[in-house]
């Protein structure tokens, strides 16, 4: 198992931008497929965005697409979540989750973070 740490969180307000961060401890992300994934109070783990083990292919809920951008440095054994024009219902606990498979995906990553808040107020 990969342990996974995500760092960049914080309170902002609306239209400011954050940049997530997923590392991972001891252990080479390069051929695993990270995820995004937000959890609200009160609400499910819902999917945010995907990218796959050479950062060639990405996916993103329709919420955040044109906002969000997830990219990778396999180098640095790093992804990123760069957040702009933040809204209040982008508040959340935000994890990062990885899997073998290298595909991206929106369901069934085997590694979890511990997440990171992000709280967005106007």
């Known amino acids: 198992q990969v342990r996974l740490v995500e760092s960049g969180g914080g309170a902002v307000q609306v239209g400011d931008s954050l940049r997530l961060s997923c590392a991972a401890a001891?252990?080479?992300?390069?051929?695993?497929?990270i995820g995004w994934f937000r959890q609200a109070p009160g609400k499910e783990r819902d999917f945010v965005a995907s990218?796959?083990?050479?950062?060639?292919?990405?996916d993103y809920t329709d919420s955040v697409k044109g906002r969000f951008t997830i990219s990778r440095d396999n180098a640095k054994n790093t992804v990123w979540l760069l957040m702009t024009d933040l809204r209040p219902e982008d508040t959340a606990v935000y994890y990062c989750?990885?899997?073998?498979?290298?595909?991206?995906?929106?369901?069934?990553?085997?590694?979890w973070g511990q997440g990171t808040q992000v709280t967005v107020s106007s």
């Open positions: 989750a990885a899997d073998p498979s290298g595909y991206t995906k929106t369901y069934e990553y085997r590694d």
């Open positions: 001891g252990q080479t992300l390069s051929s695993y497929a």
């Open positions: 990218i796959n083990w050479d950062g060639s292919n990405t």
